[in-house]
């Protein structure tokens, strides 16, 4: 099959990579769409030290599986855990110790004709939701997964830094709490998709510093860091959205002195993301800059990793 | 009066500092017995640009002040808040935005003769508490502010990591939970402290790493920081007690990818340290290194400078 192959130094198509084996639990999954997200971007950059297909963000059609699931359109939670250990027993797999995951961490992804994926991790897509909505279900799930770390109350101010993919998705996300929602980023053209939603945006030349109770840093930048530890108001809770390569000097004192609350926040669970996606609560299409064919990946990631990027697309 | 005075550059007994005003809502009280605390020692290398009397924990007697409070032996919060915000109004003055904190932000502190200090912040000491460990009330308050902040259930594995009086505190105080507590630390002296009150001491040379749901970083430095996030479990909880002047190196991404929550904590209310210490469910005055006369105070904070040092007290 075709895949888009890294081999730590290295982003190529190889025409013919190895079919992947869906032995015991693996259900073999055509993919219809994949997306490049921001850590795959990272993972060329170094992160997690990741060889082999990457890409993490998928709709696809099961070709081989448990009958129910034959030819149907899914999604694909990315943690590929034992199923047995504690974590995995409450729910969380995506910490599981001994856990692959898609794209990232000892498992091919689906920059790829066809992709593996324990049929336990995959959802089945309402007819209601388009291939170009589901296949932001990976990344709004992992923007849903902060409210299922911070209680956010109806009276809490809350700013979201960046308005990359993953801030744009987090803002919509905690939009659909009561709390009062302001992002800032850097472009004024991408947060027009979010003014219509109710959610206030406010460009990062015209931001004027206040302190709010929950803070999102989604930028991914130490200067972001900074600017959104300031930004977070005594007793308040700063959520760590951007896994980045590089370390980060900072100093620790404010967030002892202000009694911050500091919270990691990585992967979410699917359901909420794709009830969302077909009740048409959040509006992800327009996040779409590009769609390129498989074969044009090693363009499209250079594409993606442009200043002010969205979303771009592959179509294996 | 005498007054240890610091004027950013040297320490020194000030034998006729001038006699602090008392008017309106603050009380005059006659410092019986003032502790040294690893924050006098970080403000004596720069932290917060403190000018004047430094010291924050003494216990003390009510020269002038409310009829009620007037001759009774007394300890006092060290935040001098406006009384008036919504921090206040929630309890919460040591996060009030234009407070002073006694000897360390804006107000004299303790290491003197007399001191004043707002009425309201004033706590009557039970007879049954002695001076030795009334003057532990601050940073004991200090080690129940955790509890305050984070839900410690009792299945918890909790860690904490330095035997510095803080880490011996915080330990102490959280063993009065039923969660499971280890104290890992450099002295086994220190150590020794805490093994009759059934909590488990580990040599830090004879650590053998493990994770735990909620560890607590109270070594102050950044090598113990680094060890503190290596050592929580994924969705576990680390509590940053140590206030530090320098900046830190770190990488964010292990927060991140454990989803791990880092919480600030810094100063408590006393009531529930005064209580402990009434009803005898913590053993302080084994931390006390040894105690000397105001007028030796510069040697005394170059005792409790030195490593392996314990609490160090000033008698004015």
Known sequence: MRALTWNGETLALDPSYPTPKTAGAMALVRVRLAGICSTDLQIFRGYMGFRGVPGHELVGEVREGPAVLLGRRVVGEINFACGRCEYCGRGLGRHCAVRRVMGILGADGCFAELIAVPAANLH??????????????????????????????????????????????????????????????????????LKHLGISTVLASKWKQRQADVVIEATGSADGLTKAIASVRPRGTLVLKSTVAQDHTLSLAPLVINEITVVGSRCGRFAPALRALAHRTVAVTPLIDKTFPLEDGVEAVGFASRRGALKVLLRP
């Open 124 to 193: 089945v897509v309402p007819d209601s939701v388009e291939d170009q909505e589901a296949v932001f279900v990976e990344p709004l799930a992992a923007a849903f997964e902060i409210l299922e770390q911070v209680h956010l109350k109806p009276t809490d101010d809350v700013i979201v830094f960046g308005d990359g993919k993953l801030g744009l998705l987090c803002a919509q996300a905690l939009n659909l709490t009561p709390a009062r929602v302001t992002i800032i980023g850097k472009h004024q053209n991408k947060l027009a998709h």
